[in-house]
């Protein structure tokens, strides 16, 4: 499993929990009202489960494997050419949450997120593909990101709750 890999070669766990408010993060998160429904549809109790959760043992982080995560895993945002990023709005592998932290942090001007209106993981139409590559060689070309081309569509997925950047300077990393 990947995360048994990652922990070895970090040396020990690298994610915590110390700290967090699982009802604040579900507010945060922007879906408090479809989980509040999913919950009285299946006649389970959010209140009651959030409690369950609040009360929970705490998992501390390791230091120096959060440390080692930072500087061997963490992207820094600051992309030194220009990106694109192409990703299916359903994709359930890997959370469009987490290519919009990374959009939101990177400069606008060197990274921009196509969204195709599907779902599944790296299952995309070829013709998508190549548009997003032409939208990325206009952009290099022009030294602006050109229209959205009309392949692709508006999406905002929900904000990642606990982003994690490597910085650099004196401020060093910023995690939540």
């Not at 569509?153 to 982003?163: A, S």
């Amino acid at each position: 499993m990947p995360r048994n890999d990652q922990e070895s070669r970090a040396g020990g766990v690298f994610s915590w929990n110390t700290g967090v408010n699982y009802a604040r993060q579900l507010d945060r998160s922007g879906r408090r009202p479809f989980v509040e429904a999913m919950y009285r549809k299946a006649g389970l109790s959010l209140s009651r489960d959030l409690a369950t959760l609040a009360r929970a043992p705490r998992i501390s982080a390791k230091p120096s494997a959060v440390r080692y995560m930072l500087d061997n895993y963490t992207p820094s945002a600051r992309p030194r050419v220009p990106l694109v990023s192409l990703q299916a709005v359903g994709d359930g592998l890997t959370s469009p949450s987490l290519q919009r932290a990374y959009a939101d942090a990177a400069p606008p001007a060197m990274m921009q997120p196509l969204w195709h209106k599907g779902a599944g993981h790296c299952r995309l139409p070829p013709e998508q593909v190549l548009a997003a590559i032409a939208h990325l060689e206009q952009r290099i070309a022009s030294g602006k990101w050109p229209a959205r081309p009309t392949q692709f569509v508006d999406h905002t997925p929900p904000p990642m709750l606990r982003p994690c950047l490597r910085q650099e300077g004196p401020s060093g990393p910023r995690c939540r």
